[in-house]
């Protein structure tokens, strides 16, 4: 019996003013944070408090990490760095199943993906660093968060679209 592992995976692609695409991170693995699971516990419990997801949050977070790799996010945390995040609804993210081979099907599946784009002076009309994202359900009624990445900055200028794809294995 093998052990379940709940597992992300994430791509960032940058399109310029006229849509070519500047920049591919291609799939890279993102960090299960500890809250997923007790979201999880949760709804399998049936808590009335508990949501799915609810928001992605993208954060300039540290300078620092321009200089050095960012360090690893710990594993209970519950935010990002930047204190003032760029939040996208649920409501302005795309939700869909995918099969085992990444085909969407209408139905629950074991594979989600979410889709999250940034658009025309999304979040600012100037430069934005983007230096790390969160993927946010909800418990309580507060933020809680299910997976977190910090990467290497992202220029993103608000004549450019970011197209981030976050898919989540159960």
Request: net charge negative.
């Amino acid at each position: 019996m093998s052990d379940l592992i709940v597992k992300g995976i994430y791509r960032d692609r940058l399109f310029s003013a006229g849509s070519a695409v500047v920049f591919d991170s291609e799939w890279r693995p993102n960090l299960i944070v500890t809250n997923c699971r007790v979201l999880l516990a949760g709804f399998m419990s049936n808590e009335t408090t508990v949501r799915g997801i609810r928001s992605l949050q993208v954060g300039e977070g540290r300078p620092e990490w321009d200089t050095q790799p960012p360090p690893a996010p710990p594993l209970a945390s519950n935010q990002l760095e930047d204190n003032n995040p760029f939040v996208i609804p649920v409501d302005d993210l795309i939700l869909q199943y995918l099969d085992d081979s990444d085909v969407i099907v209408p139905g629950p599946t074991s594979r989600v993906e979410i889709t999250a784009t940034l658009g025309l002076n999304q979040p600012t009309s100037g430069i934005f660093n983007l230096r790390e994202f969160g993927l946010f359900g909800s418990l309580n009624g507060q933020p809680f968060m299910i997976d977190y990445v910090r990467h290497p900055v992202i220029q993103k200028s608000g004549s450019f679209t970011l197209e981030r794809r976050v898919r989540l294995i159960f």
